[in-house]
Antibody
Framework: EVHLVESGGDLVQPGGSLRLSCAAS????????MSWVRQAPGKGLEWVAN????????TYGDSVKGRVIISRDNARNSVHLQMSSLRVEDTAVYYC??????????WGQGALVTVSS | SYELTQPPSVSVSPGQTATITCSGE??????AYWYQQKPGQAPLLVIQ???ERRPGIPERFSGSSSGTSVTLTITAVQAEDEADYHC??????????FGGGTKLTVL
């Protein structure tokens, strides 16, 4: 069974940085694209970033491009999201998800990031 | 930037049919996917590639596509189907995008 567990969510001040992690289990991690998606309180879903199985290619949503970096460690079955220059509007639950054929086939339970002074 | 448009809300009585639409100019060229999200839970993929129901999803859920719109149909709606439903697709650059989500209320 696919299992994704996010960690690292926290309260951070505007302009600050934060690193989210996602531990994966139950599948051959190194063979799958992985993704981060976020959801602001009471709002819809917003795609944040994807990373190729070998980590050689990353794609980003327009609203976060230049401020976040997605990376992965296939030896540790983990994917990370390094966020910097955080804004109040980055406040959201951040979900880690496994990519499957153009969509997100399995999701973690999410990590809450709150950006506030 | 590319947008997918969904109605904010849809209401139906139990046993009736609910239809939720998602429109976007790239939908004739890109597959759409539907996710169900219940309060406090992560989204769950229910329909992939416009029309394919995921394993374990009840047969009352179906997807269709026509031109620049895709539709999620739930026949004989049950109380447990009350949730937010999100469509997802990609633009011509393969940048992923979600619709704004539709809250399905079962009266």
């Amino acid at each position: 069974e696919v299992h994704l567990v996010e960690s690292g969510g926290d309260l951070v001040q505007p302009g600050g940085s934060l690193r989210l992690s996602c531990a994966a289990s139950g599948f051959n991690f190194s063979r799958f694209w992985m993704s981060w998606v976020r959801q602001a309180p009471g709002k819809g879903l917003e795609w944040v970033a994807n990373i190729k199985p070998d980590g050689s290619e990353q794609t980003y949503g327009d609203s976060v491009k230049g401020r976040v970096i997605i990376s992965r460690d296939n030896a540790r079955n983990s994917v990370h999201l390094q966020m910097s220059s955080l804004r109040v509007e980055d406040t959201a639950v951040y979900y880690c998800a496994r990519v499957g054929d153009g969509c997100l086939s399995s999701w973690g339970q999410g990590a809450l990031v709150t950006v506030s002074s | 930037s590319y947008e997918l448009t969904q109605p904010p809300s849809v209401s139906v009585s139990p046993g009736q049919t609910a239809t939720i639409t998602c429109s976007g100019e790239e939908l004739p060229n890109k597959y759409a996917y539907w996710y169900q999200q219940k309060p406090g839970q992560a989204p769950l993929l229910v329909i992939q590639k416009d029309t394919e129901r995921r394993p374990g999803i009840p047969e009352r859920f179906s997807g269709s596509s026509s031109g620049t719109s895709v539709t999620l149909t739930i026949t004989a709606v049950q109380a447990e189907d009350e949730a937010d439903y999100h469509c997802q697709s990609a633009d011509s650059r393969d940048v992923w995008v979600f619709g704004g989500g539709t809250k399905l209320t079962v009266l």
